[in-house]
């Protein structure tokens, strides 16, 4: 366990070269092109993390400036992913879950139930947390464990599904996204976007980057919507016209630097789906193999960046107008693409359903973190969480993005609450 945690606490941009590479040998490549796109790979990953971060700390000091401004009373804080990943590394069932978690997709792909083989080892927090629920409301570890392996299953299921989507719209063949916190929204973002293809009228409109781009000229490139909606959040904000322009241009530089990074990842990632390609056609005559990789691959999507950042306000502004929401969004605004990136890749990138998804998306998520701050603190604090200053009660959106672990903790608290 030691060990596994030790290479866990190297973070996802070391522990995906060393999965890759070992994949890439496995697979029939040779050492130095196994190794170059894995650490390409690595390097794609820190890139966008630094990107990410970025926004981050741009956006956080503007959201915090916004809820003072406007008067934001909200007792729970959001502290951000970290704290989702603090209580499931925190629990002794972490190395249970991986073993389980890595049988059970052999199993699949052997037995022909999944197409998808999960190397994104890192994010297997995301199963981990289920069973950290669990075995927090029971006291049981093997239903966590078990807990856990059912949220795989159902995201490996879900990543089958939505993989065709992915292909097609980010043009990377043989790639699927089992992200817990992303792909738990792909069902219900192509069922509301199967709605939307049926009402008259509505159907009919369509925004997409090029269409913009191609109307409004310069204004409608990526760095200049950055640099409108970094100045238009400022003025939110309250900022004075050289901390508005300053959050303009990092805005514009998140727009313009992320789809490159991504790209970048995309170079390390070609070889490697080549090679399942190849090894799958050699040994497996017609059976198809997806890559299940971290979502990060497709939150460069102009698409997804320009949807992202237009609803950090809408975020903040149901925050405050939703009845019985009690977290005051923060941290985790700088990982709404994750929680976009299923809106927009079920409506083709079309921003005007993108935006409609997203806030339904964001209002279920918003809820789900309320009601989940009471466990999230007090398993935090057991992991000796470091709370913000004059923070009592803390989770974040991250947290309520998990959709299927919560339904399963959800339902396996009121099935305990019977006997």
């Known amino acids: 366990m030691n060990v596994l945690q030790y290479v866990l606490d190297m973070g996802a941009a070391v522990v995906m070269p060393i999965i890759v590479t070992i994949l890439g040998l496995a697979l029939g490549l040779k050492l130095s092109k196994a190794f170059r796109s894995g650490l390409t790979i690595g390097i794609g990953l820190t890139a966008i993390n630094l990107v990410i971060g970025l926004m981050g700390s741009a956006v956080t000091p503007a959201a915090t400036a916004m809820t003072e401004r406007f008067g934001l009373n909200l007792t729970v804080i959001d502290v951000g992913w970290p704290i989702s990943a603090a209580i499931s590394f925190g629990t002794n069932i972490v190395p249970f879950v991986f073993l389980v978690c890595v049988a059970l997709n052999i199993i699949m792909l052997t037995l022909n139930w999944t197409k998808t083989l999960n190397i994104d080892f890192w994010n297997y927090w995301h199963f981990v947390l289920t069973g950290a629920l669990i075995q927090y409301l029971t006291g049981n570890m093997v239903l966590g464990v078990i807990g856990a392996g059912i949220t795989f299953i159902i995201i490996m299921k879900f990543a089958d599904l939505s993989a065709p989507l992915v292909q097609k719209y980010y043009d990377m063949p043989g790639v699927s996204l089992p992200h817990t916190e992303s792909v738990s929204w792909a069902p219900i973002a192509m069922g509301l976007n199967w709605v939307y293809d049926r009402i008259p009228g509505f159907r009919n409109i369509d925004w997409n980057n090029e269409k913009i781009q191609k109307r409004f000229g310069l204004l409608g490139e990526l760095m200049m919507l950055g640099l409108l909606l970094g100045i ?138 309320t009601d989940i701050a009471p466990v999230f603190t007090t398993m935090a604090q057991a992991t000796s969480f470091t709370f913000p200053e004059g923070a009592t009660t803390i989770s974040s959106l991250d947290g309520g993005a998990h959709l299927v672990p919560y339904i399963i903790y959800k339902i396996v608290g009121f099935i305990n609450g019977l006997f």
Do not use: Q
């Open 232 to 369: 238009g959040l400022g003025a939110l904000a309250g900022y004075d016209l050289g901390k508005m322009v300053v959050l303009g241009v990092n805005m514009a530089a998140v727009m313009f630097i992320l789809p490159r990074m991504v790209r970048i990842l995309m170079e390390g990632l070609i070889p490697l789906s080549e090679g399942a390609k190849a090894f799958m056609e050699k040994r497996f005559p017609g059976k198809e193999l997806y890559i299940g990789l971290d979502a990060a691959v497709a939150v460069g999507s102009p698409a997804v960046i320009s949807t992202s950042l237009l609803m950090i306000p809408i975020t903040l502004l149901l925050a405050f107008i939703l009845p019985g929401n009690k977290i005051l969004p923060l941290v985790d605004l700088a990982t709404l693409p994750f929680f976009v990136l299923w809106p927009v890749i079920a409506s083709k990138g079309n921003l005007f359903r993108s935006l409609i998804t997203s806030t339904i998306v964001v209002t279920a998520i918003l809820y789900i973190a």
